[in-house]
């Protein structure tokens, strides 16, 4: 078993890869633009991205690239045998097997790929706010909405693999359009991309007036500008977050119907921003949640890694540390 890894987690938007030790330190980083070109083959731009990223940092650390072990963490749905069979947000590698373009590119056999909610969890299971829980639920809220479920210590897999993809739960009955060719997931409503939505949505209804003048027009306004006028302590804005809590809310409430989950960890790229919405999801919760007086408290908790979890996890991937 290896004491230290490479870790890549290749989102819809930038693929982060870090050099992370047994202990959990993170040693090296590297950040890059996700690749959406469709090439004849699929996932042959990722695979390029990925093995660049590599080979930088196996040169900064003076690694083997030959020999060095690497974890690849993807979003969508994978299978047990490394495939990338479908994902809605990185539709240009669907059908890819990442992990033999990268170790082929490379010469290096070493090369292991898992879901990239799933390899959050790990991480939050190893070394985060997960640790020492043996069942919680990794909500990760990125471009969508990806998610790992620990189950006994455990993580859960499912049948092809698949299991976790807690985002296109169906929230909102023939709702909005997903990439996924359904309508109504959640990730369109509790994501930074359903942030982005819900952002769009009340500009051009008249319910964000500052940011609309200050942006120089509706479809200007981004979540970015809501959060940080939120934290600003902005009411118009403060209103979009609250919306996106209890959307967020609803979902973690389904999870606690379906799961009985009393834990959940919240990270990806929105959870930098969590002390602004964890505050509604908690009051909605109390709302939603069948019996929620009669239950054990359940805790919603910021990762302790943010955006690193799943690069982090896809490293203890590539030590053999999954199962």
């Keep these: ?33 996700t690749p959406h070109e469709h090439d004849a083959d699929p996932g042959a731009r990722a695979a390029e991205v990925v093995a660049d990223q590599v080979f930088e940092l196996s040169r900064r ?21 490394g495939h990338l069979a479908f994902a809605p947000n990185l539709q240009s590698a669907s059908g890819a097997d990442l992990g033999a373009l990268v170790g082929e590119s ?51 897999r499912g049948h092809n693999g698949f299991a976790g993809e807690i985002g296109h739960m169906v929230v909102e009955a023939h709702g909005a359009p997903c990439r996924c060719g359904g309508h109504g997931c959640w990730e369109r409503y509790a994501s930074g991309g359903g942030l982005a939505r819900l952002t769009t949505i009340a500009a051009l209804a008249g319910r964000l007036p500052s940011l609309v003048a200050t942006s120089g027009g509706a479809e ?12 600003a302590g902005s009411a118009e ?15 973690l409430a389904n999870l606690v119907a379906i799961l ?23 009051r ?25 979890s799943g690069a982090m996890g896809a490293a203890l991937v590539a030590m053999g ?3």
């Design 1 to 33: 078993m290896s004491e230290i890894a490479i870790g890549i987690d290749v989102g819809g938007t930038k693929a982060l890869a870090v050099v992370v030790d047994a202990s959990g330190r993170v040693l090296d980083e590297l950040r890059s633009g």
């Design 61 to 81: 650390q003076e690694f083997d690239v030959h020999q060095v072990p690497i974890g690849i963490g993807l979003p969508g749905l994978m299978r047990r045998d």
């Design 106 to 156: 490379l010469g290096n056999p070493h090369v292991r790929v898992e879901n990239d909610a799933n390899c959050a969890a790990l991480a939050e299971h190893e070394w985060g706010a997960g640790r020492n829980v043996n069942d919680f639920v990794m909500v990760t809220l990125g471009t969508g909405i990806g998610g790992g479920v620990i189950a006994d210590g455990q993580l859960v």
């Design 220 to 231: 200007l306004v981004r979540g970015e500008d809501v959060t940080a006028a939120a934290a």
């Design 237 to 251: 804005a403060e209103a979009v977050i609250d919306e996106l809590g209890w959307w967020l809310a609803l979902g």
């Design 260 to 282: 009985d989950a009393g834990h959940f960890v919240i990270g990806g790229g929105l959870s930098q921003v969590a002390d602004l919405f964890l505050p509604s999801v908690h």
């Design 284 to 308: 909605y919760l109390a709302e939603l949640v069948e019996g929620f007086a009669d239950r054990e408290p359940i805790t919603v908790v910021s990762s302790m890694f943010a955006g690193r």
């Design 321 to 323: 540390r999954d199962s």
